[in-house]
């Protein structure tokens, strides 16, 4: 187990970043403790990192019982960690899309911690993380996911950034497709440079989560033009690494961080609008 003191060791808190002096010798190191969590599939669960390193972490296992299971887990993994939930720097949660309750509970978890502790959070898209973790070249990512009832969950990133800095910014918004939908998807939004008579040049890769059944069925059904990629489904280091780099890099916090990315509507919303009175022509 790492003692507080040894996590630490090695730099400041992010705290600091706006007090401590920098002395003009030498460069400190400023490591940052993240807790970092994802709750929006049964893929999910929680991790403490020391910047990129990984100090302890819990894939999720069973149903996706959030509300019970996540806070026993963070309890489990600051103690793995030797330290306190007050030492965290950063806390980071996905914000979707995915389970509507799962994600609630994830966003109010990461909202309160930082509200009570007054540190600062941010909330990660799984599509964005699963995009990071596949480390793409191409040119265009797309991330797929189960959406259930037949349907997925899509969206599309375009590479900014080449080399070992890779970076990828999100092109367009997100989608709700039936599977024989995201051909004519990738299609109408990369273009005839990345459809499928483009055969011989991958521009374009799909990334499915390994597990995620609804989607690496549809492997069979992307363009010529297309690569595939299934990578690990646990995501929460991918969404430790993106906080960490947004929040070293200064960037402001954005409104669409910080609230829920469901796509489809809620039950409750569908329903509200199925009884909604018509208006009379």
């Not at 019970?68 to 720097?89: K, P, T």
């Not at 914000?95 to 502790?117: C, D, E, M």
């Not at 997100?174 to 521009?203: D, M, Y």
Request: hydrophobic residues 45%; glycine residues 8%; charged residues 20%.
């Amino acid at each position: 187990m790492l003692t507080r003191g040894a996590i630490r060791r090695k730099g400041v808190s992010v705290a600091a970043l706006s007090t401590a002096p920098a002395p003009t010798s030498y460069r400190i190191m400023i490591l940052v403790i993240i807790l970092a969590i994802d709750t929006t599939s049964e893929w999910g669960g929680a991790g403490i990192f020391r910047d990129a390193e990984c100090v302890a972490s819990a894939p999720h296992q069973g149903p996706s019982d959030y509300s019970v299971s996540l806070f026993r887990d963070v309890d489990d993994l600051l103690e793995q960690a030797g330290v306190s939930l007050g030492d965290i720097d950063l806390f980071a949660a996905s914000n979707g899309p995915g389970a509507f309750t799962g994600i609630r509970v994830g966003l109010a978890a990461a909202q309160g911690w930082s509200h009570a502790l007054e540190k600062p959070w941010r909330g990660i898209s799984i599509f964005e993380a699963m995009v990071e973790e596949s480390r793409a070249a191409m040119r265009y990512a797309l991330p797929i996911l189960d959406a259930r009832r037949g349907e997925l969950y899509a969206g599309l990133f375009e590479r900014t950034v080449s080399g070992p800095a890779l970076r990828f910014e999100r092109s367009g918004s997100a989608a709700l497709l039936k599977p024989e939908q995201v051909t004519p998807f990738l299609e109408n939004s990369l273009g005839a440079g990345c459809g499928p008579k483009s055969e011989g040049s991958e521009c374009c890769i799909v990334i499915a989560r390994e597990g995620d059944v609804a989607a690496i069925a549809l492997q069979e059904l992307i363009p010529p033009s297309c690569g595939w990629k299934a990578i690990a489904p646990f995501l929460v280091p991918a969404i430790s690494r993106l906080a960490l780099r947004a929040t070293k890099e200064g960037r402001p916090v954005l409104p669409e961080e910080t609230t829920a990315c469901y796509i489809r509507r809620t039950d409750a919303e569908l329903h509200l609008s199925e009884r909604a009175p018509k208006a009379s022509s």
